[in-house]
């Protein structure tokens, strides 16, 4: 049974970075799509970034885009997210799942990992 482990979350200044990891273990990852999402306190689940089998095509959130990079090693079976600049705005658990379609809608994805806190504060 596949299973998704986040890490790399933390607590950040505004303007910092991280990298956080999606580590699976039970299949390769090789065969689906990735994303990320996010859910900050009192908010649905959000799409963050995808990126699919191969690494070639990536795709982000506006809110997101030009600060955010997704990327894979599938030789790892491991997705990775880097996000510099981070604002206060992106303090939410964070979340990486799998998915057979090329969707960033949340009930396309199947496999779930159990999430990383993100804190973006002075």
């Known amino acids: 049974q596949l299973q998704l482990v986040e890490s790399g979350g933390g607590l950040v200044q505004p303007g910092g970075s991280l990298r956080l990891s999606c580590a699976a273990s039970?299949?390769?990852?090789?065969?689906?799509?990735l994303g990320w999402f996010r859910q900050a306190p009192g908010k649905e689940r959000e799409f963050v970034a995808r990126i699919n089998w191969s690494g070639g095509s990536t795709y982000y959130a506006d809110s997101v885009k030009g600060r955010f990079t997704v990327s894979r090693d599938n030789a790892k079976n491991t997705m990775y997210l880097q996000m510099n600049s981070l604002k206060p705005e992106d303090t939410a658990v964070y979340y990486c799942?799998?998915?057979?379609?090329?969707?960033?809608?949340?009930?396309?994805?199947?496999?779930w990992g159990q999430g990383t806190q993100v804190t973006v504060s002075s």
């Open positions: 039970g299949l390769t990852l090789d065969v689906y799509t």
């Open positions: 799942a799998t998915t057979s379609w090329g969707s960033s809608r949340v009930d396309r994805y199947e496999t």
